[in-house]
């Protein structure tokens, strides 16, 4: 069974049938009497078209909106998406870019819908082995973490390469996100599996050496280390070798026109043993051994910074501290 995209590819749907399914039912608990959304932009089309014609042939009940394309995470969502959102049960977001960190999200989620964030999401991903993840299974590990993030006064990493950075966490609450949403308001990414917690603004201090990926279209997987420097909770330096990292970063965090784009919005953990590295959001912040540092917004995650924009960093093989307790290891968690 082949399913034709505009007239000139063909994929063979039966191949996806299964991922698709387990993103539906076991990320999704998706029930039979349930409305789904599918939100897709024109570069998701191809993927959220093998989503829709699965609905379809198994009489799902769903409503499929093209948004227009962001090429930076956080944007919000027209008036009318927005509402949509409001008006139903589970959500796949399948846009080119994340809107998880958005109000239209957040009030969607408040008003009992789940969200299932699929920003990047293509063909190859879909066949990635990480998609057919034990979601439910890996969520007490997830658990422990994000509680020992909300048990926590402040947040020390270190790395090999140089990463020597203390965040404030006193006061915060840690984000439990395994990969699958059950109950009203639950936000999950899958292959994403992470616990991840907003630190308090304006007061982060180091030095941040990325040598993973930093997941956006212009750069993903990296060749060369970019170095960060943080100050009174904001980005202040951006260093690297490749001087076209360092100019492409600097006119990203310029284009949005506002300060509170440099604001250290989130640290998260990545906890799915079948994620690696490849580029795309979902699998880097999901890699077990990295960790993560969220740039920008916050405010949809407990924290207090409202913008547009959401930039995540991913290093390699970190030790956390959380205050005297350590929580990994050059990337082995040890709890």
């Known amino acids: 069974m082949n399913f034709h995209y505009g007239g000139s590819l063909s994929v063979k749907k039966d191949r996806y049938i299964k991922p698709i399914e387990h993103i539906i039912f076991h990320c999704g608990n998706l029930l039979s009497e349930e409305k789904v959304l599918v939100?897709?932009?024109?570069?998701?089309?191809?993927?959220?078209?093998?989503?829709?014609?699965?609905?379809?042939?198994?009489?799902?009940?769903?409503?499929y909106i093209k948004i227009p394309y962001s090429c930076t995470h956080g944007t919000e969502p027209n008036n009318f998406v927005a509402n949509k959102m409001l008006s139903s049960d589970l959500i796949i977001g399948l846009t080119s870019t994340s809107i998880a960190h958005t109000f239209a999200r957040k009030n969607a989620c408040d008003n009992g819908a789940r969200y299932l964030s699929l920003p990047d999401y293509s063909i190859d991903l879909l066949q990635h082995p990480s998609i057919l993840t034990d979601y439910v299974k890996r969520a007490i590990t997830v658990k422990k973490v994000s509680d020992i993030l909300s048990?926590?006064?402040?947040?020390?990493?270190l790395s090999k390469k140089g990463t020597d950075i203390w965040l404030p966490i006193n006061g915060r609450l840690g984000n439990c996100c395994p990969g699958y949403v059950k109950n009203p308001?639950?936000?999950g990414s899958p292959p994403d599996i992470e616990a991840n917690i907003a630190p308090v603004e304006g007061a982060a201090r180091g030095i941040i050496v990325t040598d993973g990926a930093i997941p956006c279209k212009d750069i993903g997987l990296l060749n060369d280390d970019v170095t960060l420097l943080v100050k009174d909770?904001?980005?202040?330096?951006?260093?690297s070798q490749n001087k076209d990292y360092v100019d492409t970063l600097n006119n990203i965090f310029s284009d949005v026109g506002s300060i509170k784009a440099y604001n250290i919005a989130e640290f998260?953990?990545?906890?799915?043993?079948?994620?690696?590295?490849?580029?795309?959001?979902?699998?880097?912040?999901?890699?077990y051994g990295t960790v993560h540092f969220g740039i920008g917004s916050n405010a949809t995650i407990g924290g207090k910074n409202d913008v547009s924009f959401h930039l995540d960093f991913v290093i390699r093989n970190p030790t956390v501290i959380?205050?005297?307790?350590?929580l990994i290891n050059e990337g082995v968690l040890v709890i």
Do not use: A, P, W
């Open 233 to 239: 909770g904001n980005l202040v330096k951006i260093k």
């Open 268 to 287: 998260g953990v990545g906890l799915n043993e079948m994620c690696t590295l490849t580029g795309n959001m979902l699998t880097d912040e999901g890699s």
């Open 185 to 187: 308001g639950d936000l």
């Open 39 to 63: 939100l897709y932009d024109e570069k998701t089309e191809l993927v959220s078209s093998l989503f829709k014609d699965y609905m379809e042939c198994n009489f799902l009940n769903y409503e």
């Open 151 to 157: 048990q926590g006064n402040s947040i020390r990493v």
């Open 322 to 326: 959380i205050d005297d307790l350590i």
